[in-house]
């Protein structure tokens, strides 16, 4: 887009080192009482004692008042016959991860001395009912109001047939998915404390769409991206990689065998998660609206998928010519944009009806207009508001096709505009951040910002437009995940600390070192809520106002020149595979910038001494690292190699002002 019961399949299990950041990130952001704010009828009390923050932050959550509940031991799940496997088999994960062994049951009957147990099952399941109402009876009122709305869930903990025990009840599987998701969040040293949670999503719709141009994904990357899409709760991801010929340029063709094990995979990955797969087919390059043959091969296309379990649809239209190009659809349509609109929406509403409303369980189809920004109306967005059946969602950028700000107020208007008078069109913003495919030498590792928090009373859902590189891009992915779930509770800042707590892992060294790269890829198209580097700008001016005035320079830039020096030797050990290659140019980069400083500031004082054979050499080596900081080493798909951009030059500017300061003799 951008030109300028739940099966369970097998699952990649994340490192023992990932599901310690999950306890490290417990013990980090604890506060009192209720610890959300929320967009909803929940009434602070501070009065009750500690809990562990959660991503995405519930509707409500807040500490009980017994024991905490240990897994470090034998821990019975009763669960009924049907319950969601997947939901199993993360809870047994989470067990293992503490230390403890899991035994299945039907049904508690005294239990060993010393055990505890964690009861699964959905609304409707009279075990799990009957148990969420005796030990979850002090939030009754909450608990029944999460088990009334999709994908919501309920956790209680107390004890019960003399063991400590926690219930997780969903109003469906994905509910009870996610309950387990928030359970592994509140694990700390082995046990789970006293707690009552009861929440919901405010957004239907989730996710991640693979929509950029450049350098694709590998499918390793598409199924952890997948799975930590799930562990966030987040549910959908979109299939639209650029580089799949048989999405756009190939649209007719169906896929080889091989072909269809990937794809295979990747839909057994999602559904294992909690993830709707959803395949966009893009036709618009060359198809005939009006052309039977073209309609049947898109059927038949959408049929090998459905075939595979695919249950969501999207059909593309983004990106390709404005106007009417087929002699058959001229014919049929006429020419100019509103005729575009016209021939659109009657392929689109023939898919509807002969493929979408036939088949069971599917999702509503989705569409990207090919005029997809901007909420002010226009002949083809009149015209396609009129003619396209209401029940077909559309996708939006915002106002913009990468939009800094997307309101609340823009997003109705937008809802309007596609739709027409007296019925409101659904809508999903297609988010074009943190996706950098038109500045492919640049990495956008700000926190999500700009999204108004009522976004979810105008739209549908929402859905990311990654990066090229897909483990730099899960901060992002981890904000949108909040800020989809309950926009009201995001906190940008909040929200970034804990996605990158969760992607080091448990040793602060790590962690230290993650922050330090992330701050130099801050920089987004410069957006003043996104300044360049802040943290590396603070400590480079507090360094030059002391060095101005006479004083002796504080530690901080010479210490974030040696953690940057550390970066290629750090960052492969933080606990997501996939982060540290992602950085590898970049954080080479920002290595040599780091010795280059380092040098920089041996030259300064060696200039203020007046010892000029120190300062020359300081200065040959200053010069040897911007030569190498500025080299060609990343490569992209159609560009040939470029070079990393860090801090938007905030490193570089800080060299070359060193060396002003230093004329060689």
């Known amino acids: 887009m951008n030109k300028a019961p739940v099966g369970f399949g097998t699952k990649r299990k994340w490192p023992l080192l990932l599901l310690a950041a999950a306890g490290v990130l417990a013990a980090a952001l604890v506060v009192t009482g209720w610890f959300v704010s929320r967009g909803g009828n929940g009434d602070p009390d501070p009065g009750k004692g500690g809990v562990s923050q959660i991503f995405p932050t519930p ?23 049907g319950t969601d496997q997947a939901s199993i088999a993360d809870a047994q994960d989470l067990v293992a991860s503490a230390g403890g ?9 005294n239990p060993a001395a010393g055990s505890a147990a964690l009861y699964l099952g959905t609304a409707g399941d009279s075990t799990v009912d009957t148990v969420l109402k005796d030990i979850g009876k002090d939030h009754a009122e909450q608990n029944l109001e999460a088990l009334g709305r999709a994908e919501g869930y309920a956790i209680a903990t107390g004890q019960s047939s003399g063991i400590p025990m926690a219930v997780l009840a969903g109003r469906d599987a994905d509910g009870l998915f996610h309950a387990v998701q928030t359970l592994r969040q509140l694990l700390k040293d082995g046990a789970v404390a006293a707690v009552s949670v009861s929440d919901w999503p405010l957004m239907e719709t989730r996710g991640v769409i693979e929509g950029f141009y450049g350098t694709p994904w590998s499918h390793q990357a598409r199924l952890d991206v997948i799975e930590f899409a799930g562990r966030q709760k987040m549910n959908t991801y979109i299939y639209s990689p650029k580089d799949d010929p048989l999405l756009r340029d190939k649209w007719r063709e169906l896929y080889s065998d091989q072909e269809l094990a990937e794809l295979q995979e990747l839909i057994d990955t999602a559904a294992a998660n909690h993830v709707r797969f959803s395949y966009a087919l893009s036709p618009g390059i060359d198809i005939c609206y009006s052309r039977e043959a073209d309609l049947e091969d898109a059927l038949a296309k959408l049929e090998s998928l459905y075939s595979l379990g695919v249950r969501s649809f999207v059909i593309p239209l983004d990106d390709i010519a404005t106007k009417v190009q087929c002699a058959d659809d001229v014919r049929e349509f006429g020419s100019g944009q509103a005729n575009l609109a016209k021939a659109q929406a009657s392929f689109l509403n023939d898919v509807n009806d002969r493929f979408i409303s036939t088949k069971e369980g599917i999702q509503p189809l989705e569409t990207v207009p090919t005029f997809y920004n901007g909420s002010a109306s226009n002949p083809y967005k009149r015209e396609l508001g009129e003619a396209l059946n209401p ?37 999903v913003i297609w988010d074009n ?37 897909p483990y730099l891009s899960l901060p992002a992915i981890f904000n949108y995940a909040d800020l989809a779930w309950n926009g009201p509770a995001y906190d940008p800042g909040k929200s970034m ?21 992330v701050d130099l890829n801050q920089d987004w198209q410069d957006d003043p809520l996104t300044p360049s580097a802040p943290a590396l700008r603070n400590d480079i001016n507090r360094f030059w106002a002391d060095y101005d005035a006479g004083k002796s320079p504080s530690g901080g830039l010479k210490a974030r020149a040696e953690l940057l020096q550390r970066l290629p030797e ?24 780091g010795r280059g400083v380092e040098e920089a500031l041996v030259m300064l004082e060696a200039a203020k ?12 080596n ?20 470029v070079t990393p951009v860090l801090g938007d030059s905030e490193l570089k500017t800080f060299l070359e002002q060193a060396l002003q300061k230093t004329p060689p003799n």
């Open 59 to 81: 509707q409500h959550a807040r500490a009980g008042s017994g024991g905490p509940v240990p897994l470090n031991g034998l821990v019975y799940i009763v669960a009924s016959p």
């Open 609 to 620: 001494r007046g010892d000029t054979a120190v300062v020359a050499e300081a200065r040959r």
């Open 391 to 427: 029940e077909i969602v559309v996708q939006w950028t915002g106002e913009e096709v990468v939009s800094h700000r997307i309101t609340q107020d823009s997003a109705a208007t937008a809802s309007r505009t596609y739709g027409k008078p007296g019925s409101e069109r659904d809508i």
């Open 433 to 469: 951040y943190p996706v950098n495919d038109f500045s492919q030498d640049h990495l956008f590792m700000a926190p999500v910002i700009g999204r108004d928090a009522g976004l979810h009373q105008a739209v549908r859902g929402i859905v990311t437009n990654p990066m090229i590189e």
């Open 101 to 109: 062994r899991t035994e299945m049951v039907a049904a508690l009957d």
């Open 570 to 593: 750090l960052l492969p050990r933080v606990a997501v595979p996939g982060f540290a290659a992602d950085a590898t140019h970049w954080s080479t980069a920002a290595a040599e910038y």
């Open 497 to 517: 600390d804990a996605a990158l707590q969760q992607i080091a892992g448990p040793d602060p060294e790590v962690l230290a070192a993650v922050k330090a790269f």
């Open 622 to 641: 200053v010069q040897s690292s911007l030569t190498a900081a500025s080299a060609k080493t990343q490569p992209t798909l159609e560009l040939g190699v």
